[in-house]
């Protein structure tokens, strides 16, 4: 299998800032992660949209595959709550 280029919206850098350090590290890990496979074990596809999310503790990490370009695109990092909310 092709490992994926990860890609990052620079939104999600101020996404990150609000999340405590400890869990920025492991959400980055996972995001590093999606590289290996993009559609691991836990990751679900959302309805209404070509978008995947992927869980990391009480966050979600919310990303588009590109099969095509062997690209994985993370659009946005957030707390469960708040992170499918549009705006």
Do not use: N, T
């Not at 996972?30 to 074990?41: F, H, N, Q, S, V």
């Not at 869980?55 to 095509?68: A, F, K, L, P, T």
């Amino acid at each position: 299998m092709a490992r994926y280029e990860l890609r990052v919206r620079p939104s999600v850098a101020k996404d990150l800032r609000g999340i405590p350090k400890a869990d920025v590290k492991r959400i980055l890990a996972r995001m590093e992660g999606l590289c290996k496979d993009p559609r691991a074990l836990g990751c679900e596809k959302l309805s209404g949209a070509e978008l995947y999310r992927v869980r990391q503790g009480v966050y979600r990490i919310v990303y588009e595959i590109h099969d095509e370009w062997v690209v994985v695109e993370v659009i946005r990092v957030g707390h469960r709550g708040e992170v499918y909310r549009r705006g």
